[in-house]
């Protein structure tokens, strides 16, 4: 009896030292994550002015790619540039032990006009700390980082081709944060289906409209009856379109005029029942003008995000650990449209935010672009990087977690 007593004590003992020994690891590994971002600190940010002073819209930035890449290079990752498309990177560090893969990604497109005023060169800067962080103590844990490279995201989706790819198959969680005027864990997108509609007619002369077929008047009435939808679509479904062209001269009957929609709901599958029943009118519009049509997708379509409210908590955690405790929980109405919808079909995601400015900046303004190489910027970057370091930490180490968020990710889309 006596033996039993003892021997459970010393099991009990031998526990608690086991893991205390562990909590210190974590503390050790996660204040290895600070320094690293606190000792780069100026080279990152030497990156987001960068990309600021030298912003390139989507697919033309190449410049920035070499930037990016070859920093990433520099701190020790096997980079490839022109990565799936022509301006796309990927940077790969593997531990030699077997492990998860973690996935941070890059944003770098910008704005015409505006510039960076979408963040999107803060987003890239704070993924690669995050990555050359956990690159610091991967080689004890074991896992593969990729820190990628995903262009175009404003219009042409660099995240939708990589998906199509499979670039992404092969992750276990892949994590990006956007600059914001709140702090928040993300929220739901909307699916977009961007679609272009030509209409041809026939020449004429204005004042013998009769010998002719107007491609504007087919153009008009499309219009009028898909503006008529609205009222039929179900909440959170938004049509917006624009007449590109209806035409070069008043005494000329038009021979060619043109729409562009964006076609965004809740789902890929109902925005394309929505999208139909558009061409439907667009048909019975040139039944009735005697024009004739082309329906085009003009620009990448985007899926609808897929929450994993596991990592949301996760992240929630992590900004509270550093200070940012008026977190937003998960917003469950659906706005905008992003390309990181493809990748949370293909991997469990996470697209959190980070406040850089007040609610009075607006989002694709000049302000919000130099917000990010301001004092809100470079602590936006610092938090941010150390919160998705150590999240990487976190589910390279501790199986359990890793599991639940898969789990979710999983039992999501069997919905």
């Known amino acids: 009896m006596l033996y039993k007593k003892l021997y459970l004590q010393f099991y009990v003992n031998f ?32 990156y987001v002015q960068h990309m600021y002073d030298h912003p390139e819209i989507g697919n033309e930035e190449f410049e920035t790619m070499e930037l990016l890449s070859e920093g990433l290079l520099s701190f020790g990752f096997e980079t490839q540039k022109a990565f799936v498309v022509p301006t796309g990177f990927q940077a790969v560090y593997k531990s030699g032990k077997a492990g998860p893969v973690i996935a941070y990604l890059c944003e770098y497109d910008a704005l015409p006009e505006v510039g960076h005023g979408c963040g999107h060169n803060l987003i890239a800067a704070t993924s690669i700390a995050a990555g050359v962080a956990l690159k610091e103590i991967i080689d004890d844990i074991g896992g593969e980082i990729r820190v990628i490279g995903t262009p175009a995201e404003e219009n042409f989706g660099g995240k939708v081709s990589m998906a199509n790819a499979h670039v992404f198959d092969d992750v276990d969680v892949a994590m990006m944060i956007h600059p914001d005027t709140e702090d928040g864990v993300g929220g739901r997108t909307l699916a977009l289906l961007p679609l272009k509609f030509e209409f041809y007619g026939v020449n004429t002369h204005g004042c013998s409209p009769e010998h002719g077929k107007s491609a504007l008047d087919a153009a008009v009435m499309s219009y009028i009856g898909i503006n008529l939808l609205r009222q ?76 994993n409210y596991t990592l949301c908590d996760l992240l929630k955690e992590e900004y509270v650990a550093l200070g940012r405790t008026d977190v937003k929980p998960v917003d469950e109405v659906p706005n905008g449209s992003s390309d990181i919808g493809s990748v949370s079909y293909c991997c469990p995601a996470l697209h959190g935010y980070i406040k850089i400015a007040d609610a009075c900046v607006n989002g694709h303004s000049k302000e919000m672009a130099a917000a990010t190489i301001h004092e809100a910027g470079r602590k936006a970057l610092r938090d941010g990087a150390i919160t998705l370091a150590n999240l990487g930490r976190r589910l390279l180490m501790e199986e359990d977690l890793l599991r639940k968020v898969q789990d979710e990710f999983h039992k999501t889309l069997k919905r």
Do not use: W
Request: aromatic share 10%.
């Open 15 to 46: 526990v608690k030292i086991i893991g205390n020994r562990k909590g210190v690891m974590k503390m050790e590994l996660k204040e290895k994550l600070i320094t690293s971002v606190e000792k780069n600190l100026d080279t990152y940010m030497s």
């Open 232 to 307: 039929y679509a179900l909440p959170n479904t938004y049509i917006h379109g624009i007449i590109r062209d209806g035409g070069e001269a008043a005494n000329v009957i038009p021979a060619y005029a043109s729409l562009e929609y964006y076609f965004r709901g809740t789902s890929m599958q109902y925005v394309k029942e929505l999208s139909q029943r558009a061409i439907d009118c667009v048909e019975g519009a040139c039944k009735a003008s005697g024009c004739t049509y082309q329906v085009t997708t003009y620009e990448c379509p985007y899926e609808d995000c897929v929450i």
